[in-house]
């Protein structure tokens, strides 16, 4: 490639919305499309991951299915065996926009030419360093759209995305097949993935976060997939979100933890922020509407915690609580957070999704989504926990 100039390190630091035009989005859609990166999704990560689960993983690779928000002690025979098929350049631009990657130029020539790194630059999608390039966001292709999100956690206002969020577009589809909304409500929408996903069956979608930066993301991820009827709101929960919602969702904070910042910890059981929002559902929904929650159910004494205190916010209301548990979250390895766990009899939590909707009386329900992954992190938590207990 041609000589380019070298950005200071200021600059090389975080992509600007402000900075993102049309030309950049043109430019970089056609490249995604015609290298085919959205099939790097059946890639998982390098180092970690269980041997155990590596049969699963194995059978989403051959499938075509997801992998990139897991972990394999094998990626490279997968990497292999994806360029034996594919070709090298979708790879190129998994290791540049999904594993943030800093790459030589040399390695980048069949796919970007130099009018388009020049371009990218000048959008603040990419930074250049001396012979090297590296990407200022990381992009997550699903169902024909592209997602912009922060690359790495240095910044106390980093803009969020991981499987969870996938998840949750997921069940939302599922539980929302064939219906057409008036007003949706992403809460917490970070990138703004879940509100932008559901754009096509709404007329109206509020995408709203207390962090500033999350509002520039979501701008800019619905200028980059052409969607016109999404609002960015600037929100503390539902302070700034006005009148009532068919559908609200939510990808709430919900890791315990003592102290911590969002978009992670949700309080000491992890669920705190999530029954805050609970609180103000019932007025917050419509006469139809329904509430579509990512949290998790902590586990205090061997019992899951979240239905029992969502049932003392909630019973007095005609309302049908479903609960669908998605896999369990071990404890935790830092020592910190072992005495946070060991001081509250927290053994553990489940990631679940909590679906609110209006029924004849209140009753609750759990339905499962990948029960066979699920049991199988139950089992990996139980190995830890015997381990643990050996330890003692």
């Known amino acids: 490639m041609s000589q380019i100039n070298v950005e200071t390190p200021t600059n090389l630091i975080r992509f600007?919305?402000?900075?993102?035009?049309?030309?950049?989005?043109?430019v970089l859609r056609s490249i995604f499309d015609k290298s085919g990166?959205?099939?790097?999704?059946?890639?998982?990560?390098?180092?970690?991951?269980?041997?155990?689960g590596e049969p699963a993983r194995i059978v989403r690779f051959l499938q075509g299915h997801e992998n990139c928000w897991k972990r394999s002690p094998q990626s490279g025979l997968y990497r292999h065996l994806f360029q034996l098929k594919k070709g090298s350049?979708?790879?190129?631009?998994?290791?540049?926009?999904?594993?943030?990657?800093?790459?030589?130029?040399?390695?980048?020539?069949?796919?970007?030419?130099?009018?388009?790194?020049?371009?990218?630059?000048?959008?603040?999608?990419?930074?250049?360093?001396?012979d090297t390039v590296r990407a200022k966001v990381r992009c997550y292709p699903l169902y024909g759209k592209y997602f912009f999100f922060d690359p790495n956690w240095e910044q106390q206002d980093f803009v969020y995305m991981g499987w969870d969020s996938r998840l949750l577009v997921d069940v939302t589809a599922s539980y929302?097949?064939?219906?057409?909304?008036?007003?949706?409500?992403?809460?917490?929408?970070?990138?703004?993935?879940?509100?932008?996903?559901?754009?096509a069956k709404s007329n109206e979608v509020f995408c709203a976060d207390i962090n500033p930066r999350a509002i520039?993301?979501?701008?800019?991820?619905?200028?980059?997939?052409?969607?016109?009827?999404?609002q960015g709101i600037t929100s503390d929960a539902f302070s700034n979100t006005p009148g009532n919602y068919d559908l609200i969702m939510a990808n709430t904070p919900y890791v315990p933890g003592d102290g911590g910042e969002l978009p992670i910890v949700g309080g000491d059981l992890g669920i705190e922020f999530t029954l805050r929002l609970i609180e103000q559902i019932p007025d917050k929904i419509t006469d139809q509407g329904m509430?579509?929650?990512?949290?998790?159910?902590?586990?205090?004494?061997?019992?899951?915690?979240?239905?029992?205190?969502?049932?003392?916010?909630?019973?007095?209301?005609?309302?049908?609580?479903?609960?669908?548990?998605?896999?369990?979250?071990?404890?935790?390895?830092t020592i910190p957070m072992m005495q946070h766990y060991d001081r509250l009899n927290l053994s553990g939590y489940d990631d679940c999704i909590l679906i609110i909707q209006h029924a004849t009386k209140f009753e609750t329900r759990r339905r499962s989504w990948d029960w066979m992954y699920y049991q199988r992190t139950c089992f990996d938590s139980w190995l830890d926990w015997k381990k643990r207990s050996k330890q003692k």
């Open 176 to 199: 929302t097949k064939g219906q057409h909304f008036n007003r949706v409500l992403d809460l917490c929408t970070g990138s703004g993935i879940q509100g932008l996903s559901l754009s």
């Open 216 to 230: 520039q993301f979501v701008q800019a991820n619905a200028k980059i997939n052409g969607i016109t009827n999404v």
């Open 16 to 26: 600007n919305p402000d900075k993102l035009t049309q030309e950049a989005i043109d």
């Open 89 to 130: 350049s979708p790879l190129v631009l998994f290791d540049l926009f999904w594993l943030n990657k800093q790459l030589p130029f040399s390695q980048l020539k069949d796919v970007l030419s130099d009018d388009s790194v020049h371009l990218l630059r000048e959008a603040s999608i990419l930074s250049i360093q001396n």
């Open 291 to 333: 509430a579509i929650l990512y949290t998790s159910d902590p586990i205090v004494n061997g019992k899951r915690r979240l239905l029992e205190k969502v049932k003392k916010q909630l019973g007095k209301y005609p309302f049908q609580l479903t609960l669908i548990p998605l896999f369990r979250v071990n404890y935790p390895q």
């Open 37 to 52: 990166y959205n099939n790097t999704v059946c890639l998982p990560c390098p180092d970690g991951g269980s041997l155990l």
